[in-house]
């Protein structure tokens, strides 16, 4: 059995992939240590939606603009590792690390809460419900 395919040619005004092409620049997001309590609870369809939509702009802005935008929304700010009120904390974490870092899951503030390292966030949390993860 052969398949026939085409290869369809790239769409005009956006860059091609390749494996080699990735900046400092770049966000790219880690859910190796995601904390399933952390969203598990949360059905609300729209949020996830939303939530994807944020991954998208963050990817699209990059590194710098997160560093220019404002917290309470594109940007981004450190949280004491003492504040996470989630019982499961992240277990990944060594004791020499004392901040995580804060990028917002929506407009009203709920929070990602990962370890920026180079390019990638190592998401642990996922706030889904607003004050799940810390007393803002």
Known sequence: MTHKFKIIPPIQGVASVSRTAVSSNDVL?????????????????????????RFKKYSTIGWQGIRASGRHQWGMEKMPVGQIKHTAKAECLTPDVKDLHILRSSGDNRVLVGLQ??????????????GDISNH
């Open 117 to 130: 390292e180079q390019q990638v966030f190592h998401i642990f949390f996922i706030e889904a419900s607003f």
């Open 29 to 53: 997001f880690s859910f190796k240590y995601l904390v399933e309590e952390s969203y598990n609870k949360c059905s609300n369809s729209k949020f996830f939606t939303d939530l994807l939509g």
